[in-house]
């Protein structure tokens, strides 16, 4: 009888360890950062939704495209009818793994980097993406953070001639998450 009560005890531990490993967000911020020579443009998206399962190492991201606010609307206007095409092409997500995720100790603060590789998809057109990510520990709370550059002619977004000057053909990106423990 000892060793049931033990064996299902040990069961119930295991699983709720297992299920501590998932962390989620549904307000990750995302920001990109244009740099032209004859304009600088920003946007940033606060209701990114992020899951990361730190058992596998397995990754999810999702952005509306349309969340993404600018400081001019006229410039928010063109992003999203006639660049990324948002009502054609609503989200951009990236699923991905990190490399080596037992480097994150979730029981101890701290920072961990680490490498982690996946694909980035906006507008039906799917990437492979490299980068370092940050994981910080502090009191039980995970957050991330990771930057890495976009070539826009990857996918599929062209630049009109007119305004080639006012849009980089490469910004940067920059995600920071903080993450909750994904309760059953």
């Known amino acids: 009888m000892n060793k049931i009560a033990f064996f299902i005890l040990t069961a119930v531990l295991c699983a709720g360890s297992v299920q501590a490993q998932k962390h989620f967000t549904r307000e990750g911020k995302i920001s990109f950062y244009s740099d032209a020579p004859m304009e600088k443009i920003e946007a940033h998206n606060q209701q990114a939704t ?23 609307a006229l410039m928010q206007e063109h992003f999203n009818e006639n660049y990324m095409e948002s009502t054609k092409y609503p989200k951009a997500t990236f699923k991905g793994q990190i490399i080596e995720p037992g480097k994150i100790d979730l029981k101890k603060d701290g920072t961990y980097s680490v490498k982690v590789k996946g694909a980035l998809t906006m507008r039906d057109v799917t990437k492979d993406v490299d980068t370092e990510a940050t994981f910080v520990v502090s009191k039980g709370v995970v957050s991330a953070t990771s930057a890495f550059k976009v070539a826009v002619a990857d996918y599929g977004i062209s630049i009109p001639k007119v305004v080639a000057e006012k849009i980089a053909k490469i910004v940067d990106v920059k995600v920071d998450v903080k993450l909750a423990a994904l309760a059953k």
């Open 50 to 72: 992020a899951v990361v399962d730190f058992a596998t190492g397995a990754i999810e991201f999702a952005a509306l495209i349309k969340a993404f606010q600018f400081e001019k």
